[in-house]
């Protein structure tokens, strides 16, 4: 299965928690950290079930989330 990652941008991040709803693998969770502008913002727990599906990204209205889609690499062998 395709895995990513997503990187927030905590200063665009208002908090308003559309992406949390979104994400079927509940990736994103209610952090504890307020921005410079006084605005609690969301966490990615990268916990491994992340799958780039870009849904997070979409809604955001801040544009504040972008997605990577992360290769697997191997780690032994040839
Ligand atoms: S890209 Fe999809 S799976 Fe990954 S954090 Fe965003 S909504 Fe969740
Ligand atoms: S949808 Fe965007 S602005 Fe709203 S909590 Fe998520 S990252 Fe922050």
Not at 40 to 54: D, I, P, Q, R, Y
């Amino acid at each position: 299965m395709r895995k990513g990652k997503i990187k927030i941008n905590e200063d665009r991040c208002k908090g308003c928690l559309l992406c949390i709803e979104q994400c079927k693998v509940k990736e994103i969770i209610q952090g504890e950290k307020v921005n410079k502008y006084g605005h609690l913002v969301v966490e990615f727990k990268n916990s491994g079930k992340c799958n780039a599906c870009t849904l997070c990204a979409i809604v955001c209205p801040d544009a504040a989330i972008e997605v990577y889609e992360v290769s697997e690499e191997k780690v032994n062998g040839k």
